[in-house]
């Protein structure tokens, strides 16, 4: 008599357990480097002696003149021939507040020449990000500063 045997049927099962721990791997690694992503550009901010400490949220967008005069709308380099042309499609049009970060060491010249681009583009209210020069009353202020993305943004409007 033949018996048949157990030993030549095939499991179709699919084990999960290798891909579950290579995302738990990915999942780590992302919440590991998403805090990093949030900082953003080196620069290297003006101190200042009073400034105000304003609410900010995600809908926003910040420039950045970099020391050597780079141009940076969030993570994204732009030449200043085309600046006028990308406030107009990611403020203007949007209606995102704008930021500008500008390294202490860039020169005043620049400054004025994409602040004249910003009241060109028709953009009247802009927030200017700084730092807090360390003081002794203001260490309440500076607890409290340390806690938001953007402590020390100061919205000056342009006019016009």
């Known amino acids: 008599m033949a018996a048949s045997s157990s030993d030549d049927d095939f499991v179709a099962d699919i084990n999960v357990t290798p891909f579950v721990d290579v995302m738990l791997v990915l999942l780590i690694i992302f919440m590991v480097t998403a ?3 949030t900082e953003g550009l ?10 105000e400490i ?3 949220d995600d809908d926003h967008v910040i420039l950045t003149i970099k020391a050597d005069g780079a141009l940076f709308f ?6 200043m021939p085309d600046l006028r042309s990308v406030l107009d499609t990611r ?3 949007t209606g995102r507040q704008l930021f500008v970060r ?15 681009n910003i009241r060109g583009a028709g953009i009247a209210d802009v927030g200017l990000i700084t ?11 500076a607890d ?12 000056t409007g342009l006019g016009g």
């Open 35 to 37: 805090p990093m992503m």
């Open 131 to 141: 730092t807090s020069a360390p003081d002794e009353a203001q260490t309440s202020r």
């Open 42 to 51: 080196d620069v290297a901010l003006p101190k200042v002696e009073t400034s």
């Open 91 to 93: 403020v203007k049009a």
């Open 144 to 155: 409290s500063a340390a806690k938001s993305t953007y402590p020390n943004a100061r919205s």
């Open 74 to 79: 969030d993570q994204y380099e732009t030449a």
């Open 102 to 116: 500008a390294d202490k060491d860039v020169p005043y010249g620049m400054v004025m020449q994409v602040m004249d």
């Open 54 to 56: 304003l609410p900010t």
